[in-house]
């Protein structure tokens, strides 16, 4: 953002609060929803007209393999066990477990692949829901990062950096966009597990790192509480919180006429947005409302709260009430060893509902304003981690090429993109790094990414650094 | 902001056209061209640089980009003002404009004269002389004349003095993070002295709770922490440093000293304990144990970390812009940046951290009842070695009488007792075959177990240690040829399997402890060799280090030299909650292909470390009488102990083998004890100084050149009498000379008092940071700090006495719409209260706050599930019990992944990185949370019952007092109707409803008074929260 424009934001939304006055039933404008920007109009944001109003993130966490699922190399099928050769692997790094692996066998994936839909997208057939979506699809096979283990590599994803510190993608657009619904935050992130062992997240992937807490993701949870605190005490009636909230503001606005701080004014509203969640949240996360129809789209564990279906649900329905940013993390894609009996269990979990996420969207007439990405932090090697068997292997952590898919708001539906060599090692075509798909994101919400900064410790921070590049060729 | 701030600041041009350079003008040249213009130019191929006075001044390369007095033809001023966007600066794929403002500063700067200043905060502070003001009566330190003259300056006038109450209840949460109690207020509000203020800030400030309030900050920007951050993030152990910090603080330790010790206690003369605790700073960074990890990467990141922090801290300057290249704005070279960076890169460190505990280098840091408790154990041992010592001769003739009575048969061996794990003496067998049968044939003692390179012994439910735990195995072995294969191990059956083993390999010892053989291990073998056709004494010894240097290894009794192989063990055999269920296995473990072939005897385990004498003893290998049968005169020195060892244990009177068995009790208690001392991570040197390189692009494998350790060339050089060492590095910061390090802390001080810093980019004091609102001030408080010899109490107690901080906080809403961050200081600071006081002013007026002080972290209430949501499969949050529940929230455990969710949703630092710059937010997260959280709901309960049974019956009396409990003051009419209201309300609400009513007392792990019926207890903690829920309350006033 230019710096101006920065200081202006913060400064609009000061002079906004400031300017409210009144006691209780103020109408909502701070804090998680960052919606004041909107409601007064940013100078600066959007940069120019969005083709995406939002984004799910479908964040595959683990790493799945791009071999097994996108990145079809029937050359591969001879050279079973053959050791990879060094003129492919180039010396580059390998992790700390198999840096010491005496042979790096070629093991081609065992999965069958096959051209599906209009546009002829290669599939394979453990995604076969996927596969009825293919051409609502923009497969990206040429992505790679720089981390080679997961904390980093998602930290990276997520945050433009490494290390951590710096805020997450979804923080910087409910920063620049803010919320278009004042119940709920402008980005919220859903958590399930998968099948096996998981690796662990962290709550800073999706925090705000330098700027306001108030962009931070807020994690929705199944079970009573979606949102940490959301409940009443036991005993504690949501009649009695209303006459609560009142007395609160009666209160509160008879310190405001004593002192006028407008921080009491924000603190009044931020209560009634508190009442309203208390309604608004278990309704979103209420599905006993859906048709029957919704759950069979979406599979039978979307029946079952904190699946990666159910999320799936939630997601849309987050969608439908204008939230900016919904990031789902499915963990357990970290498949070192017993890769195919792995990845079919995390298939099982996610294949239908992703496709059904994408077909809900679409009937409901969302798809077009909503931009759906489907990834993890990084692919998987096609040499065999431990021993490798006519229907067993497993693959280390490989940052040098790895398939996303990208579908709905602004990008080519049908297409793929980029070209790995033989081995889907290297990149021979089209590489696209983390820093280039931020960009185009952030483009498809009409932001320019180079335009999109927060001054911290002297300097104007950006979601790509000094990096990215906006793919147009994926832009419809 | 800076836009507005310029306008705050700085008069209008037109009324005060005098401007200053640093104030005014290197701002927008900062902000606008020092990106390509200034320190890194260079490396972009731009000639011009606009950060350096000659350059932007000089005629070498054509017409200058300013002329003095000339600002129309100054090409700065010509391309700024471009008529043509393609020649106007700055450019336009910059994303970076000129105000209309900011241009005509410019220009009238150049009209000027263009004067140049060296960067403000370069410069070292000098003493003003605080102005002389009119309003004289107001002043009551020359804080206040500093202030006044700014606030006449800009035609306002200070604010009346705070309410007693409101006074007390800011000076109390600022000086000790709590509220006052009620007496503390009944006895201020009683005391009519002119310096009744004055002695409760000298009250607060001898409290042991100011050490806890100025701690929080300071682990924020230490980074502290319980994990180690990143994907696992397995629990460490710092709190002796977090409690060295509260203590420092507490007795006062000078500034300057405080901060030396932090960055090289361990390296001054005699380091004391506490001196070696100090340097745990830098050692809270956070630590990778990602098994895939390539560990130099992160070995480089820990370094950097600390360069920053150290940066940040103390200096105020954010050096870690000059790790990839030169600094954008600063005069800071990336060479400078590695001058830098080399201080702190000679720590002995791995890049992958310990999994679980701490990670070398570390110490033992017994508490004070711990060393009191080994000093008890020690004077017990010495008791009872005092008896010995004078009853030494009767002891002595006792002693010759039972050696000359001592028969051949049967034969008796000494062995120690204690820590005893099996014994097995290979006699007969007993232990479970694999593979085919050994056979016993005679031995060393007795018999021996003849092994053929295929069998095995079982010996389930042995040696069941851990990578952490202590333990010594000792055996005898005879072998045809070069001894080879597994002598005693704990591990899978398998080639470079799991677990630990000591084995012969072509005939040298070998000994390892592996949790994964390829990047999980310790290895050792020995350098000298195990011969054929004799009997060898092997033993190994294991403190649990996880280190070679906890590891020894004897021959015949001798230690014996080793290499090591690996040293990157990390893992337990439990990790990740596995089972580890081997058995101790005798000539077997770790595949068939390293079964053993020889005989074995005697194969002991012990979970203890015999000391050497012990092991030496065991391998002399002869039975007692044969000792005794030797003239004394003829004895080694471990065979006139043996005798005197075996004497005491079986022979002695009753009342001396009984203290024999004492004493060896308590060696052992000691032990086991000092293992329970805690320990903390510390700086120490490598013995042999490490190279430090450039790293071009920042990057971990591309070094570029070799640099030496040195501070930037901006500064002044260190002392002359300073190592070039950490020691050196620490002293220079600690110097008078040193311009930075007295206003950066005196800064921060300013910022937890007022909610902003003079200089509000508290953790920036570069060209990009800002200007401060009061340089005088703020040079006068850094030489104040200095001359009074780093007195932090002092300089508190000048600032909180001070007039301006004494000032009211209701401020006239054109003032707050003026100056709405109160930078000018009209009137008293007002700012939300920082996550930890919020909840642990609830504790006190709840009154279950403990009041115990340091210890390890407790785990307060926190919603189910939330680590298990996230991590790996094998922590659990177990939350405290009792009293611990009730700990002040410094003590709260911090995982960082999943830091505690209430201390985060009222905006605490995050504790990955350092941060100094306090952050507020208002959101409806914390609303909820003070609504919500059982710890609010349960303390407005205990608030309740304190309404009911310490104020009288009258309901507007019990209102009252809890409503002052919270906010010492009482409330107005008004309010206490609307309380009043609220109860009548909840009390009806309840009547009707007993089972909610009880539902609602029900949170928490206190029980509910009995004695208090229930829907009024209701209503009452309905109120309570209602209090608790205030802006007033979460509020310094």
Redesign the interface.
């Known amino acids: 953002m230019?710096?101006?424009a920065e200081?202006q934001l913060?400064?609009t939304r000061?002079s906004f609060l400031?300017a409210a006055t009144g006691g209780a039933g103020l109408a909502?404008l701070?804090?998680?929803l960052g919606g004041e920007a909107q409601a007064e109009g940013s100078p600066a944001l959007p940069h120019f007209p969005p083709r995406a109003k939002r984004v799910i993130y479908l964040f595959q966490h683990g790493g799945p393999s791009q071999l097994d699922l996108f990145d079809h190399k029937p050359a591969l099928a001879k050279l079973r066990g053959v050791d990879l050769p060094a003129s492919v692997r180039m010396g580059q790094?390998l992790?700390?477990?198999t840096a010491?692996q005496s042979s790096f066998p070629t093991a081609p994936s065992i999965f069958r692949f096959a051209r599906h839909g209009r546009s002829g997208q290669w599939l394979s057939e453990l995604l076969p829901h996927t596969a009825k979506v293919a051409d609502e699809l923009c497969i990206l096979k040429s992505l790679h990062t720089e981390a080679?283990?997961?904390?980093p590599a998602v930290t990276f994803f997520q945050t433009g950096f490494q290390?951590?510190?710096r805020p997450s993608i979804g923080s910087w657009i409910a920063y620049g966009l803010g919320s278009e619904n004042q119940d709920l935050p402008a980005f919220v992130v859903l958590?399930s597990q998968g099948v096996g062992?998981?690796?662990?997240?962290?709550?800073?992937q999706w925090?705000s790192g330098f700027l306001?807490?108030?962009y931070q993701g807020?994690?929705f949870?199944s079970?009573a509480?979606p949102?940490?605190?959301?409940?009443?005490?036991?005993?504690?009636?949501a009649?009695?919180?209303r006459?609560?909230l009142d007395?609160?503001a009666?209160?509160?606005d008879?310190?405001f006429r004593?002192?006028?701080?407008?921080?009491?004014q924000?603190?009044?509203a931020?209560?009634e947005?508190?009442f309203r969640?208390?309604t608004s949240v278990p309704e979103l996360t209420d599905l006993s409302q859906e048709p029957g129809a919704t759950f069979e789209l979406y599979g039978p564990d979307s029946r079952k709260p904190g699946t990666y279906a159910a999320n799936c649900i939630l997601a849309r329905r987050l969608a439908e009430r204008g939230v900016r940013f919904i990031q789902l993390f499915h963990r357990g894609w970290d498949q070192h060893g017993n890769l195919p009996q792995e990845i079919r269990g995390q298939c099982q979990q996610t294949d239908q509902a992703s496709a059904a996420l994408i077909q809900d969207l679409r009937q409901r007439g969302l798809l077009d304003e909503t931009l759906v990405v489907w990834g993890g932090e990084f692919g998987r090697t096609v040499y065999s981690q431990g021993a490798l068997s006519e229907t067993n292997y497993g693959r280390?952590?490989h940052p040098r090429c790895f398939a996303m898919w990208l579908a709905g708001g602004g990008v080519k539906p049908g297409m793929s993109y980029g070209e790995t060599d033989d081995f889907s090692y290297n990149i021979v075509d089209k590489p696209m790094d983390v820093h280039d798909l931020h960009a185009t994101i952030l483009h498809c919400l009409g932001v320019d990414h180079?335009?999109l900064?927060f001054?911290f410790?002297?300097?104007h921070y950006r979601l790509t650094d000094v990096h990215g590049n906006v793919v147009r060729e994926i832009l419809s | 902001?800076?836009?507005?701030l310029a306008a705050l600041v700085a008069a209008p041009l037109c009324a005060a056209p005098a401007l200053e350079f640093n104030r005014d003008v290197r701002p927008i040249l900062s902000?606008k061209c020092f990106a390509c213009h200034g320190p890194d130019a260079a490396a972009k191929g731009i000639p011009l640089r606009l950060d350096q006075e000659a350059a932007a001044k000089s005629t070498a390369r054509g017409r200058p980009a300013i002329i003095p007095g000339d600002p129309e033809n100054s090409e700065l001023i010509r391309r700024i003002t471009h008529a043509r966007r393609g020649l106007r600066m700055p450019p336009a794929h910059s994303?970076?404009?000129l105000?209309a403002g900011e241009i005509e500063t410019l220009r009238a700067w150049i009209a000027q004269g263009a004067p140049w200043q060296k960067h403000w905060s370069f410069l070292p502070p000098r003493r003003p002389e605080p102005p002389q003001v009119p309003q004289a009566d107001w002043v009551r330190n020359p804080i206040d004349a500093f202030v006044l003259a700014r606030l006449e300056r800009e035609n306002l006038a200070p604010s009346p003095e705070a309410p007693r109450e409101t006074l007390l209840r800011r000076v109390s949460l600022d000086l000790t993070g709590l509220p006052p109690t009620p007496a503390e207020l009944d006895a201020f509000l009683r005391d009519g002295s002119p310096d009744a203020y004055e002695k409760a800030v000298s009250r607060l400030l001898a409290s042991p709770h100011y050490g806890e309030r100025m701690a929080a900050r300071w682990l924020d920007a230490a980074r502290y922490a319980d994990t180690n951050?990143?994907?696992?993030?397995g629990e460490r152990s710092m709190w002796r440093w977090r409690d060295w910090v509260i203590g420092a603080f507490n007795r006062n330790q000078p500034f300057d000293e405080f901060t030396l010790e932090q960055i090289a206690g361990d390296l001054l003369p005699n380091a004391t304990l506490d001196q070696r605790i100090a340097t745990g700073f830098n050692r809270n960074h956070?630590a990778?144990t990602?098994?895939?990890?390539?560990?130099e990467e992160y070995a480089v990141?820990y370094v950097v970390d600390r360069v920053e922090t150290t940066s940040t801290v103390f200096l105020g300057l954010?050096m870690?812009?000059a790790r990839c290249h030169n600094h954008?704005?600063?005069p800071f070279t990336q060479q400078e940046f590695y001058r830098l960076f080399a201080y702190f890169n000679n720590v002995p460190e791995h890049g992958?951290a310990m999994k679980y505990g701490n990670s070398p280098p570390l110490v033992a840091a017994p508490t004070r009842e711990q060393q009191e408790a080994r000093e008890a154990l020690a004077r017990r041992i010495e008791t009872i070695e005092r008896r010995f010592a004078a009853e030494g001769d009767a002891l002595a003739r006792a002693q010759r009488a039972w050696e000359s009575s001592l028969a051949p048969a049967p034969a008796q061996f000494w062995s120690p007792a204690v820590g005893l794990d099996a014994a097995l003496p290979l006699d007969a067998p007993g232990a479970e075959r694999v593979d085919g049968a050994p056979s016993f044939v005679p031995g060393r003692l007795g018999q021996a177990a003849r092994f053929d390179g295929a069998s095995l012994l079982a010996v389930p439910g042995a040696a069941q240690f851990d990578i952490d735990d202590r333990f010594t195995l000792s055996l005898w072995l005879y072998a045809e040829a070069a001894p080879h294969g597994a002598l005693v191990t704990r591990m899978s059956d398998r080639p470079e399997g799991k677990g630990f083993g000591l084995y012969a390999r072509q005939g040298r010892l070998h000994f390892h402890v592996t949790s994964n053989y390829?990047?999980d291990a310790l290895r050792v073998d020995t350098e000298p060799v195990l011969r054929p056709n004799r009997w060898h004494h092997v033993a190994v010894t294991y403190t649990g280090s996880k280190m070679a240097e906890g590891v020894a290894l004897y021959l015949d009794g001798r230690p014996a030299d080793f290499r090591v192989d690996m040293e990157t063990l990390y893992r337990p055999f439990r990790n990740?909650g596995a089972k580890f269920t081997e058995p101790l296995r005798l000539g077997g473990g770790g595949g068939k292909e390293n079964r053993f072939r020889g005989l074995l005897d005697e194969v002991r385990v012990y979970a203890r470390v015999l000391p050497e004498e012990e092991l030496q003893a065991l391998a002399l290998g002869t039975p007692v009488h044969e000792l005794a049968a030797k003239p004394a005169a003829r004895r080694t020195e471990i065979e006139n102990r043996v005798l005197r060892w075996q004497f005491l244990a079986v022979a002695a009177p009753a009342s001396i083998r009984q203290a024999w068995q004492e004493w060896q009790t308590l060696r052992e208690q000691a032990e086991q004890l000092e293992r329970t001392f805690p320990t903390v991570m510390v700086m120490a040197e490598r013995p042999q100084p490490r190279d430090t390189f450039l790293l071009i692009r920042g990057q971990y494998?591309t070094p570029g050149e070799k640099v030496m350790p040195g501070v930037p060339e901006v500064f002044p050089p260190l002392p002359p009498d300073a190592p070039n060492n950490r020691l050196g590095f620490a002293r220079w910061l600690t110097s008078p000379d040193n311009p930075l390090l007295a206003r950066v802390a005196v800064n921060r001080y300013w910022q937890m008092l007022f909610g902003v810093g003079l200089v509000k980019?508290t953790?920036?004091f570069?060209?990009?940071?800002e200007w401060p609102s009061h340089p005088d001030l703020l040079d006068w408080l850094a030489t104040e700090y200095m001359r009074t010899g780093w007195d932090t109490k002092a300089l508190l107690k000048t600032i909180v006495t001070s007039a301006t901080y004494r000032q009211t906080?209701?401020?006239?809403?054109a003032l707050?719409?003026r100056d709405?961050e109160n930078r000018l200081l009209a009137r008293g600071p007002?700012?939300?209260l920082p996550a930890e006081m919020v909840r642990d002013q609830a504790l006190r007026a709840a009154g279950v706050l403990t009041p115990h002080i340091g210890g390890p972290s407790v785990k307060p209430y926190q919603?189910d599930?939330l680590w298990k949501?996230?991590?790996?499969?094998d922590m659990e949050y177990v939350q405290s019990k009792g009293p611990d529940l009730y700990r002040r929230s410094l003590y709260t455990f911090w995982k960082?992944?999943?830091?505690p969710?209430m201390l985060?949703?009222f905006?605490a630092a995050?504790r990955?990185?350092c941060v100094v710059r306090e952050?507020r937010?208002?959101?409806?997260?914390?609303?909820?949370?003070l609504?919500?959280?059982?710890t609010f709901?349960e303390a407005a309960r205990l608030i309740a019952q304190r309404m009911l049974r310490e104020a009288g019956p009258a309901p507007a009396d019990r209102l009252r007092y809890g409503f002052r409990l919270v906010l010492s003051r009482p409330p107005?009419a008004?309010?206490l109707e609307?309380?009043k209201?609220?109860l009548e309300?909840?009390r009806d609400?309840f009547a009707g409803?007993p089972?909610?009513?009880?539902?609602?007392?029900?949170?928490g792990d206190s029980p509910p008074d009995p004695a208090l019926p229930v829907p009024e207890l209701?209503a009452y903690t309905?109120v309570a929260?209602?209090v608790l829920?205030?802006?007033?309350a979460v509020?310094k006033?």
């Open positions: 230019h710096p101006l200081s913060l400064r000061r400031r909502a701070t804090s998680l790094r992790t700390g477990m010491f080679i283990n997961h904390d290390l951590a510190g958590v062992g998981s690796q662990a997240l962290a709550d800073r925090g306001p807490t108030r807020v994690k949870r079970g509480d949102v940490l605190y959301l409940s009443n005490p036991g005993g504690y009636s009649e009695a919180r006459r609560f007395d609160l009666r209160l509160n008879l310190k004593q002192t006028p701080d407008p921080e009491i924000t603190r009044i931020q209560y947005m508190a969640m208390q280390d952590h180079t335009r900064t001054k410790q002297g300097r | 902001m800076r836009v507005w902000d994303g970076v404009t105000a951050g990143y994907q696992f993030d956070r990778n990602e098994d895939g990890i390539i560990p990141e954010t870690g812009c954008k704005y600063d992958r390829v990047n990740a494998n980019t953790e920036d570069g060209s990009q940071g906080s209701q401020a006239a809403p707050a719409q709405p007002r700012f939300r919603p599930g949501d996230l991590i790996m499969q960082r992944t999943v830091a969710p985060v949703n905006d995050n990955e990185a952050n937010t208002n959101t409806p997260l914390q609303a909820l949370n609504m919500n959280d059982v709901v107005s008004a309010e609307v309380l209201g609220s309300f909840h609400h409803r089972e909610e009513a009880r539902r609602y007392l029900r949170q209701a309905a929260s209602l829920n205030l802006d007033e509020t006033e």
